[in-house]
């Protein structure tokens, strides 16, 4: 049996069955192949069919050992206990290795976030230019803030997905999953403005957020632009997309929005995702008590 013939069918069907993004993909490929080298060290290449969740275990501490962090790991595990699903429903294995193989266990990280106050200063007038990459990078803010989306959600978001109408954005987010989410009519000006100024730059795309020649554009490019922009107004250790999507959900939870209803905006698959952000609306409601209660020392 020809375990890299069957990582590459396990990530053909991924990619064309479950719809799973480009970033997804690397990701898996990356994890299998890792784990075929991990084999290939102790046993003959190629052979899986002598994997048991003694293998497993022994390449889990393996990574530990190289300083992976446990939630990385998780992903790892993740992806092998998918892959060996799909060897059993494809009958090349008659026994699943990943049965008595746990995840381990990971403290709970508080998703970052900027204040309220500091996003309305990248908001200012004058933070930003008047030409196509400085409008760009404006809108790139403007509309993870606006909606939550994710960086991937983004990358692929066309302009013929936006409802100017009706103000709301149409996301193909994780497993193809199709939502609608809407955005503050304020963004409208900002993603009119971006568009013309895009026209008479000469620069035709059908994706909304590209580079000058027109191509769609990537995480890292994405992820300049808010580490730019967050690093100027906060002191947070990570400006990351996801600190603006974390700061959308956390302010709109802040302001009273129904947890469920956010849930379904975020695009999580279930409310235990989503119940995070409860947290740092509790940490909101102390730091208020300390400044507000005489007492408040005793907290």
């Known amino acids: 049996m020809d375990f890299r013939k069957d990582i590459s069918e396990f990530i053909a069907e991924q990619a064309t069955q479950k719809r799973r993004s480009e970033h997804t993909i690397v990701a898996y490929s990356i994890d299998l192949n890792q784990f075929l080298e991990f084999i290939e060290s102790d046993s003959p290449p190629n052979d899986y069919t002598k994997v048991n969740s003694q293998i497993v275990r022994a390449w889990i501490v393996s990574l530990s050992e190289k300083k992976i962090a446990n939630k990385s790991i998780n992903r790892k595990i993740a992806v092998l206990r998918s892959f060996f699903k799909f060897l059993l429903k494809e009958k090349k294995i008659i026994k699943d290795p990943m049965l008595k193989v746990i995840a381990l266990k990971t403290p709970q990280v508080l998703p970052q976030y900027a204040r ?78 971006y568009i013309e100024t895009k026209k008479q730059s000469s620069i035709f795309s059908d994706y909304l957020i590209c580079t000058l020649k027109g191509e ?82 005793k907290i």
């Open 116 to 193: 309220e106050s500091e996003m309305n200063a990248i908001q200012e007038e004058g933070l930003f230019g008047d030409d196509f990459e400085a409008k760009r990078d404006h809108l790139v803010i403007e509309i993870i803030y606006g909606t939550g989306i994710r960086l991937s959600e983004l990358i692929h978001l066309k302009v013929s997905d936006i409802d100017f109408y009706q103000n709301f954005i149409k996301v193909i987010g994780k497993g193809n999953k199709q939502r609608i989410v809407p955005f503050p009519k304020e963004l409208t000006s900002f993603i009119e403005n």
């Open 216 to 297: 769609k554009a990537y995480p890292m490019l994405i992820q300049r632009i808010t580490n730019k922009h967050l690093s100027a107004v906060t002191s947070l250790a990570k400006t990351s997309p996801h600190v603006l999507r974390h700061s959308y959900a956390t302010h709109l939870l802040n302001n009273g929005a129904d947890l469920n209803a956010i849930k379904e905006l975020l695009g999580h698959s279930s409310l235990a995702a989503t119940q995070v952000y409860t947290h740092n609306s509790i940490e909101k409601i102390k730091e208020n008590y300390k400044l507000a209660h005489p007492k408040a020392q």
